[in-house]
């Protein structure tokens, strides 16, 4: 699940997009306007790019008619490309950035949907069992609760990334995943919409995770995203229960803030590691040791008490990128899990801090 870095870093940054766009309002409509980028870029083998797509169809099982159906009617999107070629730079601090994803306003309206929905959340914890608060966490974070799942064609989107070299293969492997989605019915081309990256519904799955993780928990034989709550709040309980060995464990938590021992210069080259596997954001975290050996080390809770002694997994995680904004979690296995979702640890921390509100 942490294989496709260069994915996941531009989930991040649409994430970086969405605050820069909460923050300046219309400026960054005109954004990709003024970007350079653009200015070079050679539109104009769009039309071969989709023949040549349809031309792939046997690949894919697929009836070359069926996908010249469905690619037909679209351009290409300037405004995709745009978003992935022209993102704004990135000023916030690990802090600020909290602070505007754990807003106020998304702590009340996850408050009101955990009792509004209060039985389905329990139904879902029960059968995927994943502790609902952060099933809503990230319904929350990736859609403020089904409020914002993008209005892009998805195949537009997709046709759109896949035409730039960039990341050609991925997104050509995504467009075919889109169309599988379309012909199994689960949802109608005109409802089929997502962010300018392909990200749909609710939870914000691409493709191949609705594919392999979209749920139909109310049975009613489509597994909807889009418009169901049941099919999307299970879909993400799906997605963190996890594949293989990596199961989430709803004895435990995400993690916490921790306050560091006085000594912590000294201790860090032991702690940090550095790591061959994974993406930016697992190779951010230290070596493996017991929850008990942190406490060992003086790392204290919050609230100045000690850890828990327990002989749990557990990763030390500093963020903030100078003195005095500096910051420490120690995070466990469940957060892997999320990280799998999106792997980024601005991402994920903010899942476990919102998911704590929720308690
Ligand atoms: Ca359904």
């Known amino acids: 699940m942490y294989n496709d870095l260069n994915y996941m870093e531009s989930r991040f940054f649409k994430i970086l997009i969405f605050i820069f766009f909460l923050s ?3 400026a960054s409509a005109h954004h990709s306007g003024n970007c350079d980028a653009l200015k070079d870029y050679d539109f104009t083998r769009f039309e071969d790019w989709k023949e ?11 009836d070359s008619s069926f996908v010249s159906e469905l690619v037909k009617p679209y351009e290409i999107n300037k405004n995709v490309i745009g978003n992935d ?10 802090s600020e950035y909290l602070e505007k ?16 929905y209060s039985d389905l959340l329990k139904n879902i914890e029960k059968k995927y069992n994943v502790q609902s608060r952060f099933i809503l966490s990230i319904w929350g974070l990736e859609t403020a609760y089904g409020e914002i799942t ?10 759109t990334m896949s035409y730039d070299q960039r990341r050609r293969n991925y997104f050509t492997k995504e467009l075919f995943n889109a169309f599988k989605i379309i012909k199994d019915g689960h949802i109608g081309i005109v409802d089929f919409k997502g962010s300018w990256a392909g990200a749909m519904g609710q939870n914000q799955f691409m493709p191949s995770s ?9 049975n009613d034989g489509k597994k909807n995203i889009w418009t169901d709550i049941d099919d999307s709040l299970a879909s993400i309980a799906r997605y963190l229960y996890g594949v293989g060995s990596n199961k989430w464990d709803s004895n435990y938590t995400w993690g916490r803030e921790v306050i560091p021992p006085k000594n912590i210069n000294l201790i860090e080259p032991d702690l940090f590691i550095k790591r061959d596997k994974g993406c930016l954001a697992i190779k951010k975290l230290s070596k493996k040791i017991p929850l008990s050996d942190f406490r060992s080390y003086g790392f204290k809770k919050m609230n100045g008490k000690d850890l828990d002694n327990l002989n749990i997994d557990s990763y030390l995680l500093k963020m903030g990128r100078e ?13 892997l899990n999320i990280l799998s979702y999106n792997c980024s640890n601005y991402y994920a921390l903010s899942v476990g801090l919102l998911s704590d509100e929720f308690k």
Request: charged share 25%.
């Open 24 to 26: 300046t309002f219309k």
């Open 52 to 62: 040549e797509v349809i031309s792939m169809s046997s690949e894919y099982n697929l």
């Open 85 to 94: 070629k022209c993102q704004p730079e990135f000023t916030l601090t690990f």
């Open 101 to 116: 994803r754990i807003s106020d306003l998304r702590i009340k309206n996850g408050l009101d949907k955990k009792s509004k």
């Open 150 to 159: 993008g209005n892009y064609p998805v195949i537009e989107s997709l046709l």
């Open 210 to 218: 609705f594919l392999n993780y979209a749920q139909d928990f109310n």
């Open 323 to 335: 003195k005095g904004d500096f910051r420490y979690f120690i995070v466990y296995r469940n957060y």
